[in-house]
């Protein structure tokens, strides 16, 4: 297949690898969905990610993390499981920008679920409350997750409750404490290399504030002192009427339509 060619010049070698594997999967399925199954590592996210953070080129790095969230998120509505398992996805999506994917992952209404990564129950159930305004909703997750919160689980889990409720409470300063106690946290878990380059859910929790608080207040949330936080992308993020686009278009337009509009598959799935 003929070298493809991204908007910002010649792709990453491992860039080209992944649209000409996904071109082949289109050719021979001609399934938009089965092209990108499983979906774990299937954009070459964590190989490129260190050189484009160098590049400072954040208008690049924004739209590089919007094309894997809508990887990991056309997966993530597709196969079927609890959306709660999308908790990071979800954060990942308000970090860049992509309101529609974020939407659609998040519940209408508390799930009653089973086996699910601890955090991710009472954490999804305060982003419902605080996103939707529900107070009902906030009026059952709120001590759950101040009991979460106070528990045992790793600091990062617990500090990423913590400052769902600081969020809530309208606390930039404890909200600001917690985001760096994820930053450090993140760190001692057990994340693959590229979290530990940037810990783009700290990101989107830093942006739903912005989403939640008028600007007054939004501009007392102190940025995390962490090196896998970047304080320069943040500003750049909040500075700018974003409009993220993929990284790198697939040559044929109806992969690109349904990433970036998942609900179109869905649609023709029911």
Same mark, same amino acid.
């Given at each position: 297949m003929e070298q493809y060619k991204s908007r910002w010049g010649e792709c990453p070698q491992t860039v080209e690898e992944h649209i000409n594997m996904i071109m082949g999967r289109y050719v021979e399925t001609k399934d938009v969905f089965r092209c990108f199954t499983p979906k774990i590592g299937i954009f070459p996210y964590e190989a490129c990610l260190e050189n484009i953070l160098k590049s400072k080129d954040w208008n690049q790095l924004n739209n590089f993390i919007y094309q894997e969230n809508c990887v990991r998120s056309f997966a993530s509505l597709m196969n079927g499981d609890s959306r709660y398992w999308s908790f990071l996805e979800m954060l990942e999506a308000l970090a860049v920008g992509n309101i529609k994917a974020f939407e659609m992952l998040l519940p209408d209404e508390i799930e009653t679920v089973t086996?699910?990564?601890p955090l991710y129950r009472p954490a999804t159930n305060m982003l419902i409350g605080l996103w939707r305004k529900d107070s009902g909703v906030l009026e059952y997750a709120v001590p759950r997750a101040k009991k979460f919160a106070d528990g045992k689980r790793p600091q990062w889990e617990r500090a990423t409750a913590a400052c769902l409720l600081a969020l809530h =409470?309208?606390?930039p300063k404890e909200a600001g404490m917690q985001l760096e106690m994820i930053c450090k946290t993140a760190m001692r878990a057990d994340f693959d290399s590229a979290y530990k380059m940037l810990f783009v859910p700290a990101h989107g929790l830093?942006?739903?504030a912005d989403y939640l608080w008028d600007a007054e207040l939004f501009q007392q949330l102190p940025m995390p002192n962490h090196k896998i936080f970047s304080k320069e992308y943040a500003v750049w993020r909040n500075t700018h009427k974003v409009q993220p686009a993929l990284?790198? =278009?697939?040559? =044929?337009?109806?992969?690109?339509t349904i990433l970036t509009n998942p609900e179109l598959e869905m649609t023709e799935r029911v």
């Open positions: 086996d699910i990564f =409470e309208k606390n830093y942006q739903l990284f790198a =278009e697939y040559p =044929e337009p109806m992969i690109n």
